[in-house]
C-alpha cells in the first residue's frame, strides 16, 4: 500500500492522476475495473484530489462571496442609513396653532331630506403631543389629521399613530326641523375616543376608532373603521380621499333613530326599536391649497348611505347625501 501510495507523489502524480480519471470513466462506462492494492491507491488518491479542489472551490467562492457581500453593503447601507435618517429628520414644530373658518353645504341631519349651510370658526392649537380643536376635517403642516377636541399622541411614529381624545357632542336638536316633528332631542354629552392608524409608503391609511358617551346620557358608542389616500399633486397642492364605515350599539342607534311610545304618539310615527348594527357608509375627497407659508384653503365633496338600522328608522327621509365642505385656514 505505502509503495503504491509512494509512487503517486512528485512527478508521477499526474499520469496516476489521469489513470485513475481513466479507471473511474471506465467503471462509468460498464467496464470491469482493475483490482490490486495498486488500483486501489490509486482511486484513494482520486478522491482525495477530487476532495483537495472541492474544498479549495469551495473556499474561493465563500471568498468571493465575502468580497461581494461587503462591497454590496458599502454601497448600499450608507444609502439606507441616509434614507432613514432623511425620512426621520422631518420634525413636527414643538408648537402649532391656526384659525381660521370651517363649513359645509349637507343634509340637516343623518336621514333628513333637507340641507343647510353650516359656517363655525376653526381653532387649533398643538404643543408637542397633545392639541386642541374646535372643528373635524382639518390637517396640519404635514397633512395628518387632526384630533378634533383635547387630544393626545399616545404613541406615533411614521407608520403608527395612536390617540386618546376628549371631544364634546352637541347631540341633536329637533327644533325648527321638519322631520323631528315630535321627536325628543338627544343630550349634548362628552365623548372619549380612541384613535389607531396605519400608514404606508404609498400614501394608504388604514384607520379604527372608538368614541363612548362617558357621562351616561344614552349617547351610546360608534365604532369607526377607515381607509383614506393622500397625494400631494404639487408643491402646494394636496389631495386626501377615504371612506368610512361606522358601527353604532343598541344605545346609540335607539337615541338617534329609534322612535319610543311618547313619540310615536306625539309624532304620529309607528314605534321603532332598532338593534345594535351599521349606520352609515361615506366617502369623501378633499383638495387643499397652501397660498403661502401661512394661508391654506380647502374644499370638498361627501357623498354618505344610511345602512341597516339607521335606514329603516322612520324619520330617514333620504337615506343618501351628498354634501360639499370648504374652508380657510391661517396659520400663526
Request: some cysteine; aromatic content about 6%.
Amino acid at each position: 500500500m505505502r509503495g503504491a501510495l509512494g509512487e503517486v507523489g512528485g512527478a508521477g502524480r499526474r499520469p496516476a492522476a489521469a489513470s485513475a480519471a481513466r479507471r473511474l470513466n471506465s467503471v462509468a462506462r460498464g467496464l470491469p475495473a482493475r483490482r490490486g492494492a495498486r488500483a486501489l491507491g490509486l482511486q484513494l488518491c482520486t478522491v482525495r484530489c477530487h476532495c483537495m479542489r472541492f474544498y479549495r472551490s469551495r473556499r474561493l467562492h465563500r471568498s468571493c462571496g465575502l468580497v461581494l457581500a461587503s462591497v454590496a453593503l458599502q454601497h448600499v447601507a450608507p444609502a439606507a442609513i441616509a434614507a432613514d435618517a432623511a425620512a426621520g429628520s422631518v420634525e413636527r414644530p414643538k408648537f402649532e396653532a391656526a384659525i381660521g373658518l370651517r363649513g359645509g353645504y349637507g343634509a340637516e341631519y343623518l336621514g333628513a331630506d333637507i340641507r343647510a349651510l353650516d359656517a363655525n370658526p376653526a381653532l387649533y392649537l398643538r404643543y408637542g403631543r397633545v392639541s386642541l380643536s374646535s372643528a373635524s376635517g382639518l390637517v396640519d403642516r404635514r397633512n395628518d389629521d387632526v384630533i378634533r377636541g383635547l387630544g393626545v399622541d399616545l404613541s406615533r411614529t411614521e407608520r403608527l399613530r395612536v390617540g386618546l381624545s376628549l371631544r364634546y357632542d352637541p347631540g341633536r336638536s329637533s327644533v325648527g326641523r321638519e322631520g323631528l316633528a315630535g321627536v325628543g332631542g338627544v343630550s349634548s354629552t362628552l365623548r372619549v375616543r380612541m384613535l389607531m392608524q396605519r400608514r404606508f409608503d404609498s400614501g394608504l391609511r388604514l384607520g379604527a376608532a372608538f368614541n363612548t358617551d362617558v357621562l351616561g346620557r344614552d349617547g351610546g358608542a360608534l365604532l369607526e373603521m377607515s381607509v383614506g389616500l393622500q397625494r400631494r399633486l404639487s408643491s402646494s397642492l394636496r389631495w386626501n380621499t377615504s371612506g368610512v364605515l361606522n358601527w353604532g350599539n343598541r344605545r346609540y342607534m335607539r337615541s338617534y333613530f329609534g322612535v319610543d311610545a311618547d313619540e310615536a304618539s306625539s309624532s304620529g310615527l309607528a314605534r321603532y326599536a332598532p338593534s345594535s348594527g351599521w349606520r352609515d357608509l361615506g366617502l369623501s375627497t378633499q383638495l387643499r391649497y397652501d397660498l403661502d407659508a401661512r394661508w391654506s384653503m380647502t374644499g370638498g365633496l361627501s357623498l354618505d348611505r344610511l345602512l341597516g338600522p339607521a335606514r329603516d328608522s322612520p324619520f330617514t327621509r333620504s337615506a343618501t347625501n351628498a354634501g360639499l365642505s370648504f374652508g380657510v385656514i391661517y396659520w400663526l
